[in-house]
């Protein structure tokens, strides 16, 4: 039975908990991330007696949690500079609070009805922001679900008897060599197999080079992929130019925005997407630059007809009668969270213009750490930053040695990656606590590391 009286206890003690966990981070007064190998930090927690005896109550949940916390990595922290993960907004933990209460797996309209009318709601205006106003789309569990959604979409349209027959071994997909994991995995996941992956001439930064997009003739192109923006750089790639080859070609043009497709919102900004309307399908992740937690990726069609066509199943047990506003029939997953209250409520709370408020500050504070690690000697900064990724090399030793010693005691977090094959750290600004003081002391942490 649920224990209304100790549900009211144990969440005001999360509310608790949680308010000062993000208090204290927001102030940088603790490390930003702890690495305690688990099984001292499973030891400490108590988890094998827990998951055998239970029994744990209100009070005990307390320092359970405390310490849960405690050992975690704070994307609220001002130091935290590493994945595009977001820095969660309050409102889209509201949500994730409901979902775990009510738990309507909303994929099927009738086991969630306002669930899903506000992922349809939710849908329709960002159809509208990339310029599909009567396309057709739908939320996932992240971009490479989205992905590999889009690519189902665009394989049903090169190849509608793929999904009775399988997949024909001339098809192929264009794509540069930086574009994300997800795109060669859905390749195999798909049946194409890696060597149908066929690599894109790109300049020095990893952009596709419209100028070089190759002769296809005698080839069968399933779709072309582009990035707005690059997981690794940040950079753009030039939408319209590839959009108008695939247009003139008669190839299914998919762009990536997982992350930089929130730039729609900043009217300084949103200039970086300037022809994603020429696209057939595009992927938006909200548990990036939508400040919800994960996941929350949406898949959005030019023509509805398209992601409807991307599965076909038969289950008698689901698929029966009128399924017209089940979301069922577009997703991977059968069950699946109520993904679109998490996005509403953040606009709810923080509207269009806020959001957009917030991508363009986190665009400006990495633009920001360009311009104060280009004044000092030593730091090599190989791009002026379109999004809030950054990427640079201090000196000519280890970057990846200079990236652990900043990690060990929890100072900084932040990655690194390979440009033309010399390592570069990496900072992605995504804490609205990060601010100039934070970039200072990073670029002061780093020279002092090294010196």
Known sequence: MWNVEEFTESAGITVEELSAYVAESLRGEVPVLRRTPPRE???RLGLRDLIVKGGMTPESYRVFLRGFLAEGTRLHHPAFLAHQTATPDFPAALADFVHGVINNPMNIYEMGASAATVEFEVLRWM???VGFPAGGG????????ANLTALLAARARAVPEAW??????????????????SISRAASILGLGQRAVVPLETDELGRIDPSRLPDISGRRVMALVAAACATGTGLYDDLRAIGEWCREHGVWFHVDGAHGASALLSDR???????LGLADSVIWDAHKMLRTSALAAAVLVRREGDLDAAFKQEASYLFYGDQGFDQIVRTVECTKAELGL?????LAWRGERGLGEYVASRYDTAHRFWELARERPGFTLPYEPESNIVCFRYGDGDQAAIRERLMSDGTFYLTSTELAGVRHLRITVMAPATDDATLTALLDEIEALSG
Do not use: M, R, W
């Open 342 to 346: 998490k996005v509403f409520l953040n």
């Open 138 to 145: 739908v939320l996932t569990h992240g971009g490479s679900l």
């Open 164 to 181: 009775d027959e399988g997949v024909p071994g001339d098809l192929v997909i264009l794509a540069s060599p930086s574009a994300h994991y």
């Open 41 to 43: 930090l499973a030891d």
């Open 127 to 129: 159809l509208e922001k």
């Open 269 to 275: 900004h949103a200039h970086l997407l300037d022809g």
